[in-house]
Structure formats: C-alpha cells, structure tokens
C-alpha cells in the first residue's frame, strides 16, 4: 500500500543542478520522518539528507549548504533540490520512509527506514 517513486535524476557537468522528487502513496508526507540515501559504486546506502514530521532538516556533512530537502504536502512530495553538483554526488538516489509516525528525531542510517524508492540515477561529469 506504500509507494515511493522517485524522478529528476539525470546527466550533468559539476556546477549545475538537478531536483529530485519523491512521490509518496499511502502516507501523509507531513506525518512521517523522510529521507534520501544515495548508493555509489559501493553497496552501502549513505545517507544524504532527510525531513522530520515536524520540518525539522538534516544533512549530511558533503551536502550541506548545497542540498535542499523540502515536502510539498499539497502534492505529497519531498523534494531534494541539489546545487552545486560535484563528480562524487555522482549516485542512484533513494527516497526513504521512516513508517513510525511522529517519531522525534530524524534516524540517519538505512536500516531505519521501512519503505524504499527505486532511485534515481544522478551523475555528474567533469
């Protein structure tokens, strides 16, 4: 009954930038901790940034002031808007939902997550 499907991945040279959007269904964006994880060459999802019920933001340290995590609960979105795009943001991007509702605070690793877009591919050349 969950789904999240994520779009906007693409090509791009360092310096552009692309935006990412989650489209949730079977849950209120506004109610749930929300997350993207990015999985590289290797096979760990790390994660990226992520929105908590309340609106609270958090980031990791590689994208912070570049990166822009927002939901759009009209739409039931979340969004990541991606700025400043280096070769090692080069990723599939994963959108992620925490299936606890409410919780207080933001978890920042995978196995905190329950339900799990396909990605996005993002790659960004130099």
């Known amino acids: 009954q969950v789904q999240l499907v994520e779009s906007g991945g693409g090509l791009v040279q360092a310096g552009e930038s692309l935006l990412l959007s989650c489209a949730v269904d079977?849950?209120?964006?506004?109610?749930?901790?929300m997350a993207w994880f990015r999985q590289g060459s290797g096979k760990e999802r790390k994660f990226v940034s992520a929105v908590a019920w309340t609106g609270n933001q958090v980031y990791a340290d590689s994208v912070k002031g570049r990166f822009t995590i927002f939901r759009d609960t009209t739409k039931n979105t979340v969004a990541l808007q991606m700025s400043n795009l280096k070769p090692e943001d080069t990723a599939l991007y994963h959108c992620a939902l925490d299936a606890m509702s409410l919780r207080s605070r933001v978890v920042e690793t995978s196995d905190g997550y329950n339900y799990w877009g396909p990605g996005t591919q993002v790659t960004v050349s130099s």
């Open positions: 079977g849950r209120r964006v506004g109610d749930y901790n």
